[in-house]
């Protein structure tokens, strides 16, 4: 018999064709990280505020000067363009962008070309 050599088309998807597996979502490369030093917060809000990727929320507990300071609840979506440390009034935040595979190191430089 040759029924395993040959099967009919209309068998479609069983037609002896592996299936395709779905393929995974690319994973999102994180372009920035940001950094946050507590103790010198005072709890304005204005980084969270003017972060354009939500990244930062305020947080519940105090620092020691009695202030809730800002908190990466989203640190994925920081894109490293320190716009929270160009509002900070006590230079208490501040981002940087990570090097892209391949590229030498980070730089703050490498919008300006
Ligand atoms: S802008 Fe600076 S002082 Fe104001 S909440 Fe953010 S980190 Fe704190
Ligand atoms: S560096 Fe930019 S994206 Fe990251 S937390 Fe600061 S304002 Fe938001």
């Given at each position: 018999m040759t029924q395993d050599s040959e099967k009919p088309?209309?068998?479609?998807?069983?037609?002896?064709e592996p299936a395709a597996e779905p393929k995974p979502a690319p994973k999102r490369r994180q372009r920035g990280r940001v950094f946050i030093n507590e103790e010198r917060c005072k709890g304005c809000g204005l980084c969270i505020t003017f972060c354009?990727?939500?990244?930062?929320?305020?947080?519940?507990?105090?620092?020691?000067?009695?202030?809730?300071?800002p908190v990466a609840t989203h640190p994925e979506n920081c894109t490293g363009c320190d716009i929270c440390g160009h509002f900070c009034p006590d230079y208490a935040i501040y981002g940087v962008r990570l090097a892209e595979p391949g590229k030498p190191k980070e730089s703050k430089d490498d919008d300006k070309d």
């Open positions: 088309n209309a068998a479609g998807a069983e037609s002896g354009p990727t939500h990244v930062l929320e305020r947080a519940s507990r105090f620092n020691t000067r009695g202030y809730h300071p």
